[in-house]
Structures are given as C-alpha cells and as structure tokens.
C-alpha cells in the first residue's frame, strides 16, 4: 500500500469514456469485459497538453455499465465542446504535411471525443479560395471550424469567418467601424511552415495540444484588426510588418520552388543586403486616448489642446510591426510583440527607424531574448488603437531598373505587407483598426505565460 501514490484527476479533464473489453479473434462478440477507460487531458510543462488514459479495472457489466452512463452524462454537461467540426485542411502546407498530421495526430483524437468532422481541402494557391468556400458551405450545425494549415491559411480562413459574418449581418464591409463577432470558434491546427498564429494562441506550437484545446472546448476572445486603404476593406488579420518584414515575405514569394525554410534564409539576407528605409508618415491613436478625452470632457475639464488624440511621426523606417497578438515564434519565445496580449484591446506598434545594417541586425537578433527587446535608440514602441502608415515619396518604391534581377520584387509602385505571413501590396497609405474580441478561438487564456517567463529569467 505504501508503494502507491495518490493521483487525482479532476472530472472537467475526461474528454471521453469507453468500455474496456479484451477482444480475442476466437471470441464471437465484443469480448470479456475488463472495466472502463477515461481519457484524459494532462497538463505539462510550457502550456503543452497531452492525451492520456485511466483504467478502472471492474468485471460486472452492472456496475460498469452504472458508471459508463454516468461518466457519459458529466462529459455531455461541460459547455463548449464540439459535437460536430467543419475541418478545412490546406494539403498543400509545409512539404504536404497537413494531410499526415490530420490524419495520424488529429483525427484519431476527435473521434475518441466522438465529434463529428467533415473535410474539405483549401488550396491557397488560389487566393480567396478560404473566403469564396466559406461564402457559400453550409455551416449550420457545425459547433466550430478548424484549419489544418499554416499562417496563411490560418488567417485566409479567420478572415473568410469574419466576412460571412459581416453578410450574414448585412454589413458592409468597406469604410466598417464596428464589425460583428464571428459566429462560430475556430481552431488552428500548427501544420505549416511558420505556425506563429497557433503558437501564439497555445503558447507553443503542438498539434495536440492544439487538438486537446479544440476537443476541451477551452474557447478565448481574440482581437483583430482590420486593413483598409481609401476606405476600402482589404483584409481582416492578427499582425502586419512593413519595411524589411514585407520586403523579406515579397522577395521569399518569389522563390516558391525553394524549400520554405531555405526560402525564409534566402529572402532575409536578400533583403538585408538591400535593406533601405522608407519615407513614411505613421500617424496613430494612442491606446485609452480617445476615452481620456471623453472622460476630460464629461468632467468639464478646461479647454485642452488635446482635442486630437491622434499623434504622427515622420521619418525613414527601415520596419514596422504592427501586432493585435504577441506574435510568438521560435526566433522570438516571448513573441515579435512581447508587451501585448491575445485580448488585452490593444495593438503594439514597433518601429525601427533608418540604421546601420549591423544595428538593425543586433535588434533583430534580440528578440530571441527573454527581456530589453527594445532597448536601441533607434526602435521605438507604442500601444495603440489605430495606425495609418503613409508612405511619403516614390523614392523607395519598387524600380524594377535598379533590381539586379526584374522578377524578384513586388510590382511597381506598391510597398508589400506581411499580414500574418500572407503578402498584401498596396500603393498608398494603409488604415489599420483594432477591433477587441471579435473572433473565438480554441485555446486558453495563458496566465502561464508569466510563469514561462519568470522560469526562462532564472536559467
Ligand atoms: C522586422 O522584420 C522582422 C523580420 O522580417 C520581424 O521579425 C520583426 O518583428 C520586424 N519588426 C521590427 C520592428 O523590427
Ligand atoms: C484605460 O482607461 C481606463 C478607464 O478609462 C483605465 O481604468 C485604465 O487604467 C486605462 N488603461 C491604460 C493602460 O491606460
Ligand atoms: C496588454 O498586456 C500587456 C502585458 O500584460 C501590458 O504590458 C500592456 O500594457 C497591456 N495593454 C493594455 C492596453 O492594457
Ligand atoms: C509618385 O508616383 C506616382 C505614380 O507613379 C506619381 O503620380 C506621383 O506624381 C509621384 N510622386 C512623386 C512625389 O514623385
């Protein structure tokens, strides 16, 4: 007796219940009872989930059967959890993984959870393939949907969610203010080549733990901005960079027939050996600063010069972030944009101004630490809730003349973006807003992120 620890598990851990029986090719029928079995949900180290199961060893079909049917009807009580999954699975991501990490990691974990799925396969290569599918399916009856995929498609089809719900709502969606919540939670499954949307999420990047999250019904609100130019809605998305982060995707993009990770290499030193500033002007409305002033105002406060909360800048910028999500990644463990949150409404607004290249180098190599990420003269952090980037003069627009090779840079006259991985080109100036908690995602609020960070301080 001694020998035996004393575990516990908590009844909110079980994901499913099943019958155990020893099954042997002679016998006829479903075999010998043995008892029941939980499957549970484990929690490791650095917010990692893993599957596990529990034996409750018992031969009377009696009790089992008393135990099974109670079992049954706590795990149908917990609200959240899926049913029934609407799975869209970009089969062309990362070397063609996806298919392989659905198949072995994903699916045998929602049917023991006994959700229903049904499979569609996007292809990114299409553009708006995610947005025109999620026009027209049928979601009705689904409880969520989940993308097996990278960032790209992560975002596509977080982007095609929030405009059916614009429709849906008869919103339009140009010039739009106040956008509607998406109806439905999504997962994301971490199956591409960068994963930073799913790691930032779950804190690490693990398609069980993902998985776990999505079967657990764990949901959180996460905030999204959106992109517009002249009024015009462009996209919906977590996090852009501008300058060197767009130019580096815009270069990458067209070495597709490189492997992704020799093209990631290849498009960085492409661009830092080309690196330039842009001449822009990056006007932005402070985070709390709009209700400062309502709240001055109700107050009566005397007549202050700060009726226009919005600030502006000018200058050459080599980068820009500008991140609603910390952005994690394995160059950056405390993310691109360590000082902001999931849903905390605001965005983190980094700036790294014209600099020597061995500079601008260091600063890139600091994110991989766990503190002074910013501490260069040249970078400068702001928390906002709006951001118009303008750029000011042609003078560093694409001229296919002065490039080496005429097909490596975007098309002229429009700087890239990178929204969530995805390239975005637009000529002129770029409005984006933050819109607090309009989409669910799977996933759980990672209050041990503080701790990850307190243990990383300490080695
Ligand atoms: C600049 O670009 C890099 C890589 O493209 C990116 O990781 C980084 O977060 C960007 N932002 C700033 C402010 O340097
Ligand atoms: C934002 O404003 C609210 C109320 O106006 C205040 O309680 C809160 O502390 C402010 N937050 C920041 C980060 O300034
Ligand atoms: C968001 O959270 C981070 C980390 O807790 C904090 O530093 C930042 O000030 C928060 N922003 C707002 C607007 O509350
Ligand atoms: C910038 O380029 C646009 C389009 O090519 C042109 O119409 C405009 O005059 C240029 N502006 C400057 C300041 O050179």
């Not at 994963?195 to 069980?208: K, R």
């Not at 700060?306 to 993310?335: K, T």
């Not at 709006?386 to 097909?407: A, L």
Request: proline share 5%.
């Amino acid at each position: 007796d001694m020998l035996c620890k004393e575990e516990m598990i908590e009844l909110k851990d079980i994901f499913s219940v099943k019958l155990k029986r020893r099954c042997s090719v002679k016998q006829q029928g479903s075999g010998t009872l043995l008892g029941i079995t939980l499957f549970i949900c484990l929690k490791r180290e650095q917010n990692k989930l893993k599957d596990s199961t529990l034996d409750l060893i018992n031969l009377s079909e009696d009790h089992c059967d008393i135990w099974f049917q109670q079992f049954r009807k706590i795990l149908a009580g917990f609200p959240n959890r899926p049913k029934s999954l609407k799975i869209l699975l970009n089969p062309q991501s990362h070397k063609k993984e996806a298919i392989q990490v659905y198949y072995e990691k994903v699916e045998p974990l929602l049917k023991l959870a006994e959700i229903k799925t049904d499979v569609t396969k996007i292809v990114t290569e299409y553009e708006g393939h995610a947005v025109s599918l999620l026009k027209e399916c049928e979601l009705q009856g689904f409880d969520g949907v989940v993308c097996v995929g990278g960032d790209g498609s992560a975002s596509e089809v977080a982007h095609a969610l929030l405009l059916r719900a614009q429709k849906k709502a008869g919103m339009e969606t140009d010039g739009i203010l106040t956008p509607v919540r998406a109806q439905l939670p999504l997962g994301l499954i971490p199956a591409g080549s960068t994963n930073v949307l799913a790691h930032s999420l779950h804190g690490i990047s693990h398609v069980v733990t993902a998985t776990l999250h999505i079967i657990m019904g764990h949901i959180q609100p996460v905030d999204v901005c959106t992109f517009s130019t002249a009024g015009k809605l462009l996209r919906f998305g977590f996090s852009a960079m501008f300058g060197f982060g767009g130019r580096t995707l815009a270069v990458a993009e067209k070495y597709r027939w490189m492997s992704p990770n020799h093209r990631r290499d290849f498009a960085v030193i492409k661009a830092l050996a080309k690196l330039k500033p842009e001449d822009c002007e990056i006007s932005f409305l402070p985070f709390n600063s709009s209700k400062d002033i309502q709240e001055r105002k109700a107050q009566g406060s005397p007549k202050c010069d700060c009726d226009d909360p919005w600030q502006m800048i000018q200058g050459q910028f080599l980068n820009v972030s500008i991140m609603a999500i910390p952005c994690l990644c394995s160059v950056a463990p405390r993310g691109l944009a360590p000082n902001t949150r999931l849903n905390n409404g605001s965005m983190a607004l980094i700036i790294a101004r014209d600099t020597s290249r061995p500079e601008f180098i260091k600063h890139l190599k600091r994110y991989a630490s766990v503190k002074n990420q910013f501490s260069f003269s040249f970078v400068e952090t702001y928390t906002v809730e709006e951001v118009k980037v303008h750029p000011r003069s042609n003078s560093s627009r694409y001229n296919p003349e002065r490039e080496d090779t005429p097909h490596e840079t975007a098309s002229e006259n429009s700087f890239p973006w990178n929204v969530d991985g995805d390239l975005m080109e637009v000529a002129s100036e770029v409005h984006v807003r933050l819109h607090p908690r309009l989409i669910s995602l799977y996933g759980e609020s990672m209050e041990e992120m503080h701790d990850f960070k307190v243990t990383c301080n300490c080695i």
